[in-house]
């Protein structure tokens, strides 16, 4: 079951330029989750955004949450050549143990 | 810290073997999962320990058994293999409904 949808599949920016992705869910949330994944690499946490929060940031990262449409959306700015990956969002229902449900993903690639 | 490990990080089977993949944390967290991830797709949870002692299916549990044997370690079993487990397999922890922590992965071919 498919809870969130990461739009677009793909990005291609050139180093410096911004990059928006977005993810949009079915079910009421506890928290929804960023992660990025380096080509053949494990999932590296980015930002948690819980669902009483609308705006996280962490660094070059900004993180939105609105709960009445269900959606999220990932800011990158300033990209880097280092920031190619791919971008993932998963989403904590209630009672859920900490289970997340994970979208198909971003691909991004920052281009030198 | 060496945080989530995994072993073996690659591995090729025949139809019908069977093999474990050993997961371990040594960060003291409660909850443990095992995940698949195919080409293109994002992860599936196949099963999960809430906690030392507990197991319970996730979304694609078929194929799969688990046994968390203490805290530290969490396994998955493929009793016997078929090509549709050809995959990427992840194992995480964490401590209850926070981030996750992921181990590098076990890329398994079944032939």
């Known amino acids: 079951s498919q809870q969130g949808e990461e739009d677009p599949q793909a990005l291609s920016i050139q180093e410096g330029e911004n990059a928006t992705m977005n993810c949009s869910y079915k079910t009421s949330i506890n928290n929804l989750q960023w992660y990025r994944q380096n080509s053949g690499r494990g999932l590296v946490h980015l930002i948690l955004?819980?669902?009483?929060?609308r705006e996280k940031h962490s660094g070059r990262l900004r993180v939105t949450l609105d709960t009445s449409k269900k959606s999220s959306s990932l800011l990158i700015t300033a990209s880097r050549a280092a920031d190619t990956a791919s971008y993932f969002c998963?989403?904590?229902?209630?009672?859920?143990?900490?289970?997340?449900?994970f979208g198909k993903g971003t691909k991004l690639s920052v281009k030198p | 810290n060496a945080g989530v490990t995994q072993t073996p990080k690659f591995q090729v089977l025949k139809t019908g073997q069977s093999m474990t993949l050993q997961c371990a944390q040594d960060m003291n967290h409660n909850s443990m999962y095992w995940y698949r991830q195919d080409p293109g797709m994002g992860l599936r949870l196949i099963y999960y320990s809430a906690s030392e002692g507990t197991t319970d299916k996730g979304e694609v549990p078929n194929g799969y058994n688990v046994s968390r044997l203490n805290k530290r370690e969490f396994s998955l079993r493929l009793e016997s293999a078929a090509p549709s487990q050809t995959s990427v397999y992840f194992c995480?922890?964490?401590?209850?409904?926070?981030?996750?922590?992921f181990g590098p992965g076990t890329r398994l071919t079944v032939l």
């Open positions: 955004i819980r669902s009483n929060e």
């Open positions: 998963a989403t904590a229902t209630h009672g859920s143990q900490g289970n997340l449900i």
């Open positions: 995480a922890s964490n401590p209850a409904d926070m981030q996750q922590f």
